[in-house]
């Protein structure tokens, strides 16, 4: 039990914490590190009391039921690779939100980063341990998205914005191929659990949609580890923040591909097609990002070419497949991960202390920053292969791998010379970083002064460098009980027997080793001074450069063609779209219904009462004179569309629905204030009945009216027959008999929304939110033209008669004096009633709220009663007046809402129980006695919350803009009278 709680915090911690630290204010910087860092190291102890369990090649999970009809349920594992791969999420995580407080500047939005960060890490932990592959590219999807919002974080940068939506389609395009293939790979199996999938390699490689799922799986691979001819994504990500590179680009995002293939490679390996695309394509991004390496200029760019050839090292260990292959592949993911991590911050403090990370201006900073360079020149020898530091190791097992004989094809038999010839690259690109950065005379044209950063912000370095010596000199002891549980996890009982040891005599392998060392050495010392001078690639790879590929291929399809599609289809007229969208409805539901012929009603007239027709006749009268008005007398129009939602709510009380009603008639009053405080940024009614004469228009008005008027009795006649056909006990029998039983209250409505069909409420709150949030956004940067808006004192809320000659004498009079006019207390009258209602309305909602689970009411009512009491106070002072004496924070409000319904939810899987499962029960209180009480109290107070800050926020946007553009109207009127007094 305590092992099943552990992974269910793995993937729910990183999470909170992101949702913690964006609501954390910009100066709590500290705050920020000790929340991330708490997160990742919780994470570790966890980790660590998994170890024992998963060590011997044995799998801890936990499932929970979803949709299980169609086999999809929210199963978590972790085994012995999946333990490995989150050590480097939590670990390499924790020294990153270290790093980042010294590296990021105080002008920059910390808490947006961290919770970007610490969400990043919470997906790519989900889909580690997801058991299930079709939940597992959800999150890897989500990792996708993440890292979007981590290159761009810096988005006033165009070259960030650029990197991070280059970044975003190719790796999501890749995983749309592999949402696919996962689909694909489900039906053949039988199953989505990853361990049945795991354990049906032989099913899947004979089956006829193999080269299907196959071309599907390794696009979703390649395009997520950069590999040729993918890769072009990683340099432009370099843009983001060092530390984003040192966690996304070296240790976690881009291992997810290679990660996929390794733990795939099982079930779709060991085939000639597997050998020929995956051995293939590693070794040529292994040659061609080590060969674009050596010319880069810039640090971070040296780096990431680095990184695609490492990754095309690990995806010729996945294509070769043997055992030895696997147990390389893994050792080295572990490996590079230490060692370019370490590089990575090591190139952030040179370009945070020298204000540059160009190698052509940068030299001998072995002077200024000794200890910075003593940490880069170990890891990347390292990087290099250098004998008796932890990448040696590695690469020695991939010499062994490719030196063997595997099928005898042109491709194995290639593989010893092209793999020595990628590391004799490799060994120049690690010379030219170390000579070229830290060796020769102090540069004396850097933007900065160079100097030693911040010890703290050495510490990451110094612990990852530390590991990259100790697994050199001590690899069994430092790293054998880690690497053999992964090699378990993947392979089994078919996993080989491997050494550790530094010495394996004097073979083929370190025979390739040294001449790959000597060869490379001679590279850089003939190529140094071309080097100094070249551009950043060769001129034959520029040609063939996949970069300028996909640019001309977005040109097309964002100018080009998509420019076509919209003059054939498009429109900017949002009244044309929407007629398009409600005829293709319409069109859907008529094919669907044309022969539902037991769906005519029956018994039309058998229960007729003239009262209620004639209440809807009123109804219906509304609604036309509202349509008719619309573009004439816009107040009469809203006044009209209000009487008919008054007839909707007398409906639903009519048929017993009390708490439909009220929230009816709660929503009438909202969306009337905010209708009325939209109408003002509407053309002028003069403009609009001009253009409205002509006989386009009213064909289209007629046209218009036509639709709706189908459309309408369409749905008004499915309603009724839905209520009137269906014979015998419907699924609302079932809710009323099972409510008080199953859900713990007495109204069967609130019982729904709030237990039995909580995920819906939860998926609509959210929406919600999002809703508020884009209507803030929109209005924040909407500017309507001055003369289109009146300031606020030309507005009224009651029309008074005109003054005669006498009485605007006294009102002139009266206002010189400073007294009190008729028109202020006039003005003043529903400004004290509203203010008095105040205290009214939150009772209201109070009472609202607390009897919605056994009366008519709930959160949703009580949350809009709430949300009326706050607009009330708006309509009635000024925003201003009202705003110094109500601190309101809506997105708060969402965000609390959200936390505490998602919390209600999370909170039954802790007692082993589906999400958003509802307990409810009679508790004691003294004097009172027995009170009823269910969990879905708290739930209801999240959806009071998210309707509350939704509402408010967009009251608050609409406010604000009106006060906005009255003092731009104020502006722009001083300064034409005086530009008229000069």
């Given at each position: 039990?305590l092992?099943?709680?552990?992974?269910?915090?793995?993937?729910v911690?990183?999470?909170?914490?992101?949702?913690?630290?964006?609501?954390?204010?910009?100066?709590?910087?500290?705050g920020?590190?000790?929340?991330?860092?708490?997160?990742?190291?919780?994470?570790?102890v966890?980790?660590?009391?998994?170890?024992?369990?998963?060590?011997?090649?044995?799998?801890?999970?936990?499932?929970?039921?979803?949709?299980?009809?169609?086999?999809?349920?929210?199963?978590?594992?972790v085994?012995?690779?999946?333990?490995?791969?989150?050590?480097?999420?939590?670990?390499?995580?924790?020294?990153?939100?270290?790093?980042?407080?010294y590296?990021?500047s105080?002008?920059?939005?910390?808490?947006?980063?961290?919770g970007?960060?610490?969400?990043?890490?919470?997906?790519?932990?989900?889909?580690?341990?997801?058991?299930?592959?079709?939940?597992m590219?959800?999150?890897?999807?989500?990792?996708s998205?993440?890292?979007?919002?981590?290159?761009?974080?810096?988005?006033q940068s165009?070259?960030?914005?650029?990197?991070?939506?280059?970044?975003?389609i190719?790796?999501?395009?890749?995983?749309?191929?592999?949402?696919?293939?996962?689909?694909?790979?489900?039906?053949?199996v039988g199953?989505?659990?990853?361990?049945?999938?795991?354990a049906?390699?032989?099913?899947?490689?004979?089956?006829?949609?193999?080269p299907?799922?196959?071309?599907?799986f390794?696009?979703?691979?390649?395009?997520?580890?950069?590999?040729?001819?993918?890769?072009?994504?990683?340099?432009?990500?370099?843009?983001?923040?060092?530390?984003?590179?040192?966690?996304?680009?070296?240790?976690?995002?881009?291992?997810?591909?290679?990660y996929?293939?390794?733990?795939?490679?099982?079930?779709?390996?060991?085939?000639?097609?597997?050998?020929?695309?995956?051995?293939?394509?590693?070794?040529?991004?292994?040659?061609?990002?080590?060969?674009?390496?050596?010319?880069?200029?810039d640090?971070?760019?040296?780096?990431?070419?680095?990184?695609?050839s490492?990754?095309g090292?690990?995806?010729?260990?996945?294509?070769?497949?043997?055992?030895?292959?696997?147990?390389?592949?893994?050792?080295?993911?572990l490996?590079?991960?230490?060692?370019?991590?370490?590089?990575?911050?090591?190139?952030?403090?040179?370009?945070?202390?020298?204000?540059?990370r160009?190698?052509?201006r940068?030299?001998?900073?072995?002077?200024?920053?000794?200890?910075?360079?003593?940490?880069?020149?170990?890891?990347?020898?390292?990087?290099?292969?250098?004998?008796?530091?932890?990448?040696?190791?590695?690469?020695?097992?991939?010499?062994?791998?490719?030196?063997?004989?595997h099928?005898?094809?042109?491709l194995?038999?290639a593989?010893?010379?092209?793999?020595?010839?990628?590391?004799i690259?490799?060994?120049?690109y690690?010379?030219?970083?170390?000579?070229?950065?830290?060796?020769?005379?102090p540069?004396?044209?850097?933007p900065?002064?160079?100097?030693?950063?911040?010890?703290?912000?050495?510490?990451p370095?110094?612990?990852?460098?530390?590991?990259?010596?100790?697994?050199?000199f001590?690899?069994?002891?430092?790293?054998?009980?880690?690497?053999q549980?992964?090699?378990?996890?993947?392979?089994?009982?078919?996993?080989?027997?491997?050494s550790?040891?530094?010495?394996h005599?004097?073979?083929?392998?370190?025979?390739m080793?040294?001449t790959?060392?000597?060869?490379?050495?001679?590279?850089?010392?003939?190529?140094?001074?071309?080097?100094?001078?070249?551009?950043?690639?060769?001129?034959?790879?520029?040609?063939?450069?996949?970069?300028?590929?996909?640019?001309?291929?977005?040109?097309?399809?964002?100018r080009?063609?998509?420019?076509?599609?919209?003059?054939?289809?498009?429109?900017?007229?949002?009244?044309?779209?929407?007629?398009?969208?409600v005829?293709?409805?319409?069109?859907?539901?008529?094919?669907?219904?044309?022969?539902?012929?037991?769906?005519?009603?029956?018994?039309?007239?058998?229960?007729?009462?003239?009262?209620?027709?004639?209440?809807?006749?009123?109804?219906?009268?509304?609604?036309?004179?509202?349509?008719?008005?619309?573009?004439?007398h816009?107040?009469?129009?809203?006044?009209?569309?209000?009487?008919a939602?008054?007839?909707?709510a007398?409906?639903?009380?009519?048929?017993?629905?009390?708490?439909?009603?009220?929230?009816?008639?709660?929503?009438e009053?909202?969306?009337?204030?905010?209708?009325?405080?939209?109408?003002?940024?509407?053309?002028?009614?003069?403009?609009?009945?001009?253009?409205?004469?002509?006989?386009?228009?009213?064909?289209?008005?007629?046209?218009?009216?036509?639709?709706?008027?189908?459309?309408?009795v369409?749905?008004?006649?499915?309603?009724?027959?839905?209520?009137?056909?269906?014979?015998?006990?419907?699924?609302?029998?079932?809710f009323?008999?099972?409510?008080y039983?199953?859900?713990?209250?007495?109204?069967?409505?609130?019982?729904?929304?709030?237990?039995?069909?909580?995920?819906?409420?939860?998926?609509?709150?959210?929406?919600?939110g999002?809703v508020?949030l884009?209507?803030?956004?929109?209005?924040?940067?909407?500017?309507?033209?001055?003369?289109?808006?009146?300031?606020?004192?030309?507005?009224?809320?009651?029309?008074?008669?005109?003054?005669?000659?006498?009485?605007?004498?006294?009102?002139?009079?009266?206002k010189?004096?400073?007294?009190?006019?008729?028109?202020?207390?006039?003005?003043?009258?529903?400004?004290?009633?509203?203010q008095?209602?105040?205290?009214?309305?939150?009772?209201?909602?109070?009472?609202?709220?607390?009897?919605?689970?056994?009366?008519?009411?709930?959160?949703?009512?009580?949350?809009?009663a709430f949300?009326?009491?706050?607009?009330?106070?708006?309509?009635?002072?000024?925003?201003?007046?009202?705003?110094?004496?109500?601190?309101?924070?809506?997105?708060?409000?969402?965000?609390?809402?959200l936390?505490?319904?998602?919390?209600?939810?999370?909170?039954?899987?802790?007692?082993?129980?589906?999400?958003?499962?509802a307990?409810?029960?009679?508790v004691?209180?003294p004097?009172i006695?027995?009170?009823?009480?269910?969990?879905?109290?708290?739930?209801?107070?999240?959806?009071?919350?998210?309707?509350?800050?939704?509402?408010?926020?967009?009251?608050?946007?609409?406010?604000?803009?009106?006060?906005?553009?009255?003092?731009?109207?104020?502006?722009?009127?001083?300064?034409?009278l005086?530009?008229?007094?000069?």
């Amino acid at each position: 039990m305590l092992a099943e709680t552990l992974i269910l915090l793995l993937v729910v911690l990183p999470f909170l914490g992101a949702i913690a630290a964006t609501t954390m204010p910009v100066s709590a910087r500290n705050g920020e590190v000790v929340l991330g860092g708490g997160v990742m190291l919780a994470g570790l102890v966890a980790l660590a009391a998994l170890f024992d369990q998963v060590s011997d090649g044995r799998v801890v999970s936990r499932t929970i039921e979803w949709v299980p009809s169609i086999g999809l349920d929210l199963t978590l594992r972790v085994d012995g690779f999946a333990w490995l791969m989150l050590l480097l999420v939590f670990g390499i995580g924790f020294l990153v939100v270290i790093y980042a407080r010294y590296y990021l500047s105080p002008a920059d939005p910390v808490p947006r980063f961290y919770g970007f960060l610490l969400a990043f890490a919470g997906a790519m932990v989900a889909m580690l341990i997801s058991g299930n592959i079709l939940v597992m590219v959800v999150f890897w999807e989500l990792t996708s998205v993440f890292s979007f919002l981590l290159i761009g974080y810096w988005h006033q940068s165009a070259g960030a914005r650029d990197g991070a939506r280059t970044a975003l389609i190719v790796t999501g395009t890749g995983g749309m191929a592999l949402l696919a293939a996962m689909i694909l790979l489900g039906q053949v199996v039988g199953s989505y659990r990853l361990d049945d999938v795991l354990a049906a390699g032989d099913i899947v490689r004979a089956h006829e949609w193999y080269p299907w799922i196959l071309g599907l799986f390794l696009l979703g691979a390649f395009t997520k580890s950069a590999q040729v001819p993918f890769h072009f994504w990683l340099p432009n990500a370099m843009a983001a923040p060092t530390p984003v590179s040192a966690y996304l680009h070296s240790a976690t995002m881009v291992k997810a591909g290679v990660y996929l293939l390794v733990r795939f490679s099982p079930v779709l390996g060991g085939t000639p097609a597997w050998f020929w695309i995956v051995a293939g394509t590693g070794m040529a991004t292994l040659i061609l990002g080590a060969l674009i390496a050596l010319y880069r200029n810039d640090l971070k760019g040296l780096l990431a070419y680095s990184t695609i050839s490492h990754l095309g090292l690990i995806t010729a260990l996945a294509g070769i497949g043997s055992g030895g292959a696997i147990v390389a592949a893994i050792f080295h993911i572990l490996n590079h991960a230490v060692f370019k991590a370490s590089l990575f911050m090591a190139a952030g403090i040179i370009d945070h202390e020298t204000g540059t990370r160009d190698m052509r201006r940068l030299s001998g900073l072995r002077h200024s920053m000794p200890r910075t360079s003593a940490l880069a020149i170990v890891a990347a020898a390292a990087m290099g292969g250098v004998p008796l530091l932890n990448g040696f190791l590695s690469k020695e097992m991939f010499f062994a791998e490719a030196a063997d004989w595997h099928n005898g094809t042109w491709l194995d038999t290639a593989l010893p010379y092209l793999a020595t010839l990628a590391s004799i690259f490799s060994i120049a690109y690690s010379l030219r970083f170390i000579v070229q950065v830290f060796f020769g005379p102090p540069a004396t044209d850097l933007p900065k002064e160079p100097h030693e950063p911040a010890a703290w912000m050495r510490r990451p370095v110094e612990l990852l460098v530390l590991l990259v010596l100790l697994v050199g000199f001590w690899p069994a002891a430092m790293i054998g009980a880690v690497l053999q549980s992964g090699v378990l996890a993947v392979l089994g009982v078919d996993a080989p027997y491997y050494s550790l040891a530094l010495w394996h005599g004097f073979n083929t392998p370190l025979k390739m080793s040294l001449t790959a060392l000597a060869l490379g050495t001679v590279l850089y010392l003939i190529a140094a001074p071309r080097l100094q001078r070249a551009n950043e690639a060769p001129a034959f790879l520029e040609r063939l450069s996949a970069q300028a590929l996909f640019d001309r291929l977005m040109l097309l399809l964002t100018r080009k063609w998509s420019l076509r599609l919209y003059r054939r289809f498009g429109t900017r007229h949002l009244q044309v779209q929407m007629r398009l969208v409600v005829l293709l409805v319409a069109a859907g539901a008529a094919a669907t219904l044309i022969d539902a012929t037991r769906m005519w009603p029956r018994g039309l007239f058998q229960n007729f009462d003239i009262t209620f027709a004639l209440m809807w006749l009123a109804g219906c009268g509304c609604a036309i004179g509202a349509a008719v008005q619309a573009k004439y007398h816009r107040f009469a129009a809203l006044a009209l569309l209000g009487g008919a939602g008054l007839v909707t709510a007398a409906t639903f009380a009519w048929f017993s629905a009390p708490d439909l009603a009220v929230t009816q008639l709660m929503v009438e009053v909202v969306t009337t204030v905010l209708l009325l405080l939209g109408l003002r940024w509407l053309p002028k009614r003069s403009q609009e009945i001009a253009g409205d004469r002509s006989y386009q228009a009213r064909a289209r008005r007629a046209q218009d009216l036509v639709i709706a008027s189908v459309c309408g009795v369409g749905v008004a006649s499915l309603a009724f027959a839905v209520m009137t056909v269906a014979p015998g006990l419907t699924i609302g029998d079932w809710f009323r008999r099972n409510a008080y039983a199953e859900g713990g209250g007495t109204n069967a409505v609130n019982v729904i929304l709030v237990d039995f069909r909580a995920f819906d409420t939860l998926g609509e709150i959210t929406v919600l939110g999002i809703v508020a949030l884009t209507c803030y956004a929109l209005l924040r940067r909407f500017r309507p033209a001055p003369e289109s808006v009146a300031l606020p004192s030309q507005q009224t809320f009651v029309e008074l008669p005109p003054l005669s000659a006498a009485e605007a004498e006294c009102e002139a009079e009266a206002k010189a004096s400073k007294e009190p006019t008729r028109h202020d207390v006039m003005m003043a009258i529903p400004s004290v009633i509203m203010q008095w209602m105040f205290p009214v309305a939150i009772a209201m909602s109070a009472y609202l709220f607390l009897r919605g689970h056994d009366l008519p009411g709930g959160g949703f009512a009580a949350g809009v009663a709430f949300a009326i009491a706050l607009l009330l106070q708006y309509l009635a002072t000024n925003v201003r007046w009202i705003e110094s004496r109500i601190t309101i924070l809506p997105v708060r409000w969402i965000g609390a809402g959200l936390l505490f319904a998602v919390g209600t939810g999370a909170g039954s899987l802790l007692f082993g129980y589906p999400f958003l499962t509802a307990h409810a029960q009679y508790v004691t209180i003294p004097l009172i006695g027995q009170v009823p009480a269910a969990t879905a109290l708290l739930f209801d107070l999240g959806v009071f919350a998210v309707v509350v800050g939704a509402t408010v926020l967009i009251q608050i946007a609409i406010a604000h803009q009106s006060l906005r553009s009255a003092r731009l109207r104020a502006r722009d009127e001083a300064e034409a009278l005086s530009q008229e007094e000069r």
